[in-house]
């Protein structure tokens, strides 16, 4: 699944260096494109555990662009993904960089 973001699925490819520690990181982002609106909306429910494992950095330069190209229209995941989106300010850097949340 890699895109213009560079986050990519498959065994280590959330970490890009091997680590089968970040699998269950790259399954939950495969599972963002996933047609089903319920695989969707339980990955979405768990966007703050993307961003721990991937970093600030990571958070802004590679999920949330990630998550602009992958968008569905679907009320109840753009709901969703609002939710988790507001408490994402610690997650991208602090305050000095939740512009980066403006998409």
């Known amino acids: 699944m890699a895109g213009a973001s560079g986050l990519g699925t498959g065994p280590g490819a959330a970490g890009g260096d091997g680590d089968d520690s970040l699998y269950p990181i790259a399954v939950l982002i495969d599972k963002l494109r996933n047609e089903d609106v319920q695989l969707r909306l339980n990955s979405i429910k768990k966007l703050s555990t993307i961003a721990l494992a991937l970093g600030v950095e990571r958070t802004r330069s590679e999920l949330l662009p990630f998550l602009t190209?992958?968008?569905?229209?679907e009320?109840?995941?753009?709901?969703?993904?609002?939710?988790?989106?507001?408490?994402?300010?610690g997650l991208v850097g602090g305050p000095d960089f939740a512009h980066c949340l403006l998409w």
Do not use: H, M, P
Request: aromatic share 10%; glycine share 4%.
């Open 69 to 73: 190209d992958i968008i569905y229209d």
């Open 75 to 89: 009320d109840e995941v753009l709901l969703a993904l609002a939710e988790q989106l507001g408490n994402f300010t």
